[in-house]
């Protein structure tokens, strides 16, 4: 398995089972953007997974079909079935959905949702070409340090390392606590990050956990995530 992918499954895993379980008090709203970051986003990283389904399904929708990023999803499900659910996303809104593919170039307006059973990261060669990378399907094992394949904090690291204070990262319903380093990485490199609220959450484990390691810039129910990530990139509506 690829170094880069394993160091970002173990780092700081144990400290963040422990800030999960120490359950302090989340924050329910840090800070406005526009008090963070005037650079807009150029990409988007989204992990979720319990209740992640029917939440994708009600907020992917919502994006016009001109939105000018590329966005990058793990949702933890079985193999088998993050093809089936890319294709009916696709059915439902204006935004073209695949199932990542390793090697393809990133388009903006493109919604990726990484396969089961293969960690999702991104290599950026270029200001103006980034590649999407999918781990070995042989390699990547639980064994490997990550309790879920794909992990949503391999994807995240990998898009703060290659965007910094380009990047967002948006953490939504699921229990456990994959994610939070991966956006405590973005956070730290100067990105954006968005954490969706107890009350809208299926399972409130994922968002938690972020949230009690400090590294929300908002905290918002999940019908209002749309709006924020279109503000993050700056979306303007063509004429």
């Known amino acids: 398995m690829d170094l880069k992918i394993k160091k970002a499954c173990e780092s700081g895993r144990d400290k963040v089972t422990s800030d999960f379980l120490s359950r302090k008090r989340p924050r329910s709203l840090v800070e406005a953007f526009d008090s963070v970051s005037?650079?807009?986003?150029?990409?988007?990283?989204?992990?979720?997974?319990?209740?992640?389904?029917?939440?994708?399904?009600?907020?992917?929708?919502?994006?016009?079909?001109?939105?000018?990023?590329?966005?990058?999803?793990?949702?933890?499900?079985?193999?088998?079935?993050?093809?089936?659910?890319?294709?009916?996303l696709n059915a439902l809104c204006s935004l073209t959905v695949r199932e990542a593919t390793h090697g393809q170039l990133l388009l903006s307006g493109v919604v990726y949702i990484a396969p089961a059973g293969r960690h999702m990261t991104?290599?950026?060669?270029?200001?103006?070409?980034?590649?999407?990378?999918?781990?070995?399907?042989?390699?990547?094992?639980?064994?490997?340090?990550?309790?879920?394949?794909?992990?949503?904090?391999?994807?995240?690291?990998?898009?703060?390392?290659?965007?910094?204070?380009?990047?967002?990262?948006?953490?939504?319903?699921?229990?456990?606590?994959?994610?939070?380093?991966g956006m405590r990485a973005i956070q730290r490199l100067g990105g954006l990050t968005i954490g969706q609220d107890e009350a809208s959450c299926t399972v409130y484990g994922m968002p938690r956990a972020c949230a009690e390691?400090?590294?929300?810039?908002?905290?918002?129910?999940?019908?209002?995530?749309?709006?924020?990530?279109?503000?993050?990139t700056h979306y303007r509506k063509r004429a």
Do not use: Y
Not at 70 to 88: D, E, K, T, W, Y
Not at 213 to 232: M, Q, Y
């Open 38 to 88: 005037t650079i807009p986003a150029a990409i988007v990283a989204l992990g979720t997974s319990t209740g992640g389904p029917q939440a994708l399904q009600e907020i992917l929708p919502l994006f016009p079909s001109d939105f000018s990023v590329p966005m990058l999803i793990v949702q933890h499900m079985p193999p088998g079935f993050s093809g089936p659910f890319a294709q009916r």
């Open 122 to 181: 991104v290599e950026r060669p270029s200001d103006a070409r980034t590649i999407l990378r999918l781990g070995t399907p042989w390699l990547d094992t639980p064994s490997d340090g990550c309790l879920h394949i794909p992990s949503v904090d391999v994807l995240m690291k990998s898009v703060a390392e290659a965007f910094r204070n380009r990047a967002l990262g948006v953490i939504m319903t699921g229990m456990g606590c994959d994610g939070a380093e």
């Open 213 to 232: 390691l400090g590294v929300l810039s908002r905290v918002v129910p999940l019908l209002e995530i749309p709006a924020d990530i279109l503000r993050a």
